[in-house]
């Protein structure tokens, strides 16, 4: 696995309003680190430029006048973290096992369990890698939440109703809030349809990313956190909303699965339906428009199956390909610009008929993590996209996402 990781943000947040400009000029990093800020209400959000070493780290503030109102920092407030090794979290499916595991997996130790239970439906890492929302399902398979402790395993019960069944999970940028797709009992017997809700880490829903409450599915945030993007199934439509303002916008028919956002939370890629229908294999698209309309391409060609978007950058999105029908078989990975679609470069996964269906990129972009799936077999491997280097990993599993 690679050494360098990507921290995707370091908060600070204040009790008072802040006088930003000098807070930004009393913050200094040991070693130095060259990055952005910017500001979520009194919170400092500091994004590193690229992937930081493993090591320690420390965040300063020098004392001074910090406050809009003149309030004073007397003294200097520092605050140690560490960078360590990035790993993966599967999900281990054994044939003829009667439940499924989470597994974490790290370079030179041991696999270690961190949830267990007859069914993993999903999980999602935090931001800082500490915690892990695992949505699990009993034998009646209704699903629950809990909150995993990476470090120790240990875990703390989120949402457990017998009247609530959780479905998909996702958590906000800063770490705070979590959205989750639940199904309600009804009076009569059965469920309700599916709504995403915003919930706190207290286990608290707060509201429904619908307005007017309206099935949703597939929460995906903005990685500036103002944003949210879900599938709305009544009108099978992708709808982002603003988060502050309840602002809607309708990004075009989806087939399935999150959405995609570029770093700069300013375009979202979508598995979408072809425009059109013709030719005997139309494709099974990939569809990235911006939020301002200035970009809007679809991605892939006639008998082409698009799937699992991601973006590199900004600047490029990278998509699972398949083609079905005589042409040839197996998995590719496409990156392509997303200014014109251009094709920028093909990394072909898993020939025959074995089977890409998930994938990852590392924090930093330098890596991916991605699983094979032959017959019931599972085999996960981590690619270096600079040098090609594959690794098959100790445990194979579904799902595979990295951890910080």
Known sequence: MPAPVTLREITLAFDREPDRAAVEAALAFDPPLEGTVRWRGRTLVFVPAGPLEPGEYRIRLAPGTLGRRAEPLREPFEHRFTVRE??????????????????ELRAGQEPRVLARAPRIIDFAVSPDGAQVAVVTAGPDGRGSLALVRVSDGAAASLVFDPSINVGGVAWSPDGATLAVVRRDALPGGGEGVPRAWLVRLSGEFVATLDPEGLPSLYPSWSPDGQHL?????????LIVVNVATQERRDLGQPRGGAAAWSPDSRIVAFESVPRTAAGASPPQPVRVVSLDAAVDLVLGREGEIRSAPRFLDSETVATLRRVIGPQRTGTDLVFESVRDGRQLRAINLAAGTDLVLHWDLAPGGRSIVYTVQTAQQFTTITLDLESGDRTPLAVGGDLPRWLP
């Open 86 to 103: 990035p790993g993966v979290a599967v999900v281990q499916v054994a044939p003829g096992r009667t439940e499924e595991r989470l597994v």
């Open 229 to 237: 993007a879900y599938i709305s199934p009544s009108d099978a439509r």
